[in-house]
């Protein structure tokens, strides 16, 4: 477990030096109107998102004459989700869909997750039914033989939907425990792509009903209030039950887990801190919001 946690805390570098450096200064310069204003530039800056902010500014106003840093990193872990894993039902058969706008990591974090769970002991198929980028298949072959995971894909194809049959359709006959398929990467503002990722759901649902299906989104830390934006429209689409956050190693956005879970119900299930197959991090909001403040130092 210390390995993750240094690699939580590393990755939240950049995040935690303006954050912790804000919340010293209150301590050495005294509680004052500018100086909560410092603070309130700084966590916004942070993409902690404006109703979290405000809270965080009351907790240390109440308690600006005894260590308000403890009470804000209650304050911080009680306002994330505690149930870090997607709940792998174990009588059901699982879908899990990796969705997202291209760019964000998506291929890689499907490999990823193919690798975290196959050392769970599952038994892991991955589909590549990103039709549209053709390098995706061929990449994710390459990833799929890392991890040593059987793949469904077929560059010949430009139907989603039939990858995925074919995919679940494998799947059922090797008694695969969790399918995970890499999508195409949407800009949100593509109607057609969107009403196709819609259209997925639906094939899983009608013709693959003794599946469980879940879905990850896999959201750019350093896009800050952009990926918000991403996660909204997704999320209006299609369920979203969590997000992957990634390139988190090179941002200092970390807030962004706050809006997520408070505005949109997205939890924040795994971050990416680098491009090895093992860089994927299992969330633990404990750790997380210690790694914001610097108090998990000891």
Known sequence: IMAFMGKIFQALRPTRDSVSDAFESLVKRKVTPESLEELEDTLISADMGFATV????????????????????????????????????????????????NGTGKTTSAAKLANYYKSLGKKVLLVGADTYRAAAAEQLKIWANRVDVNIVCNEKSQQPTAVLFDGLTAAQSQGVDITIVDTAGRLHTYKNLMAELEKMYIVVESRFPEYEIHSLITLDASLGQNSLIQAREFANTVQVDGAVLTKMDGT??????FPLFKELNIPVKFIGVGEDLDDLIVFNRNEYVQGLLGTGED
């Open 54 to 101: 405000e809270a965080v500014l009351g907790v240390v106003e109440k308690n600006h004459k005894k260590g308000f840093i403890n009470k804000v990193e209650s304050y911080l872990v009680s306002e994330l989700e505690d149930r870090n894993e997607i709940e792998l039902a174990n009588q059901k058969s699982v879908v899990l869909m990796v969705v997202g706008v």
């Open 252 to 257: 200092a956005k970390g807030g962004i887990v």
